[in-house]
């Protein structure tokens, strides 16, 4: 790992202290969601609440909108006929926005398809990236900032017309569990001897021992011990809270994932928990709190039981590859003239699309209510049989 410098090793011994003071009032243990929250988000220290560069080559991860406008513009794609179709008080609205990328190209491209939205919606929880967003997209033109607003909660007012959130579902705090022979653990987290921050095991809530029972009942072979693994609880009100917002439209959900069955495999006995720090990924998340990321895959099929609580139409799931080919990316790219644009742009669609990249891992899921037109995203491919 790259070494620390002294600013970036003083940030993290303070949020090391606002730990051991979280631990302290605990009782000497947290839940991982709990030691998430102040990890990723503790005020001015956790990882998204903090200065830390986070995307693109300078940063730990590079998300899709960072790597290339195609996907901006694909998305631009899928979501301009239902805009126009929902008429001039259609609006987007982002959730976690990151560096206001996705949501530049976006506004961009929905100007050059005459689809423009009345606004596009923000909302973010790091006030640092706010401030990030503000400063980029204020050098959108006039016609085009005028329609960005950042809220602080969701609207209370239903919205017509697309939620977007690209890789934020991955970034909610979420809890980890291990069975054994004596049955099943909630890993949280201590203070060893010396200090450093540790995993430690506690018998499993009721909470936790009942969302256990029914992974295990939903999968073709049941988890064996020593099978470690994560759920986040913090996702069905998420997607609750969004189907409560939107009266007409879309949401479009972008993040790593796989169906229940694929996600408790057999033979991911270490679950899914990853961190990333400069570009590298590993699966230490007790390593420089609040200088790295801290993320868990996402279980569709949860999203899924969610939105359908909340009498959202699941109405597409499928790869990103697939949902980029079926938006149009082959005509993205056939648009650009200029030879050294277009292999710029052959080799971001490439990791874009190719499976060892972010074709594969990641998903497309569209949420709709009171849509039923087909979305050209899902016509590549079908997935929901996997939910
Ligand atoms: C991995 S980053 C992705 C950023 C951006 N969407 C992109 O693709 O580059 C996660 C983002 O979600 C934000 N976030 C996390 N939880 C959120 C929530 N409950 N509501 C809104 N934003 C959230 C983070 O602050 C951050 O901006």
């Known amino acids: 790992m790259p070494p620390l410098s002294a600013a970036q090793a003083a940030h993290s011994a303070a949020l090391r202290a606002r730990i051991g003071d979280e631990l302290r009032r605990g009782g000497g243990w947290l839940s991982f969601e709990e030691y998430l929250q102040l990890a990723l988000y503790a005020p001015g220290l956790g990882y998204y609440s903090a200065g830390a560069q986070k995307f693109g080559a300078a940063g730990d991860f590079t998300t899709a909108p960072e790597l290339s406008a195609l996907f901006g513009h694909c998305v631009a794609r899928q979501c301009a006929p239902l805009l126009r179709s929902l008429g001039a008080d259609a609006d987007v609205l982002e959730l976690g926005a990151g560096s206001g990328r996705l949501a530049a190209t976006v506004l961009m491209h929905l100007a050059e398809l005459q689809a423009l939205p009345r606004r596009y919606l923000i909302l973010e929880v790091s006030a640092e990236l ?3 967003q503000r ?4 050098q959108l033109p006039d016609e085009l900032r005028a329609r960005v607003q950042w809220l602080d909660a969701l609207p209370v007012e239903p919205l017509r017309g697309v939620v977007l959130a690209n890789e934020v579902a991955d970034a909610l705090p979420f809890r980890r569990f291990e069975c054994n022979e004596q049955g099943l653990y909630e890993l949280g987290v201590t203070a060893g001897a010396q200090g450093a921050l540790q995993w430690s095991p506690r018998a499993a809530d009721d909470w936790l021992q009942q969302e256990y029972r029914r992974i295990n009942a939903d999968l073709p072979t049941a988890l064996e011990p020593y ?3 994560e759920l986040c609880p913090l996702l069905n009100g998420w997607i609750a809270s969004l189907a409560s917002v939107l009266q007409a439209g879309m949401v479009l959900l972008f993040d790593y994932g796989f169906g229940r069955a694929e996600y408790y495999h057999p033979d991911r006995r270490q679950g899914t928990l990853r961190c990333h720090y ?3 990924a590993h699966e230490d ?12 895959w996402v279980d569709f099929t949860r999203v899924a039981e969610a939105a359908s609580d909340a009498s959202l139409e699941i109405s597409g799931y499928c ?9 149009g990316i082959e005509a993205e790219l056939a648009g650009a003239t200029d030879p050294v644009q277009r292999a710029r742009l052959a080799s971001e669609a490439r990791r874009l699309l190719m499976p060892g990249e972010m ?6 899921m569209a949420l709709t209510r009171q849509w039923s037109q087909p979305l050209a995203g899902f016509a590549v491919q079908d997935l929901r049989r996997l939910l």
């Open 130 to 132: 706010r401030e990030r």
């Open 319 to 327: 790869t990103q590859a697939a949902f980029l080919l079926g938006a």
């Open 135 to 138: 400063a980029l997209l204020a």
């Open 278 to 280: 400069r570009h590298r």
């Open 285 to 296: 998340p007790f390593l420089h709190p609040g200088l790295q990321d801290i993320t868990a």
């Open 359 to 364: 074709g594969e891992s990641f998903k497309v």
């Open 227 to 229: 099978y470690a693994s």
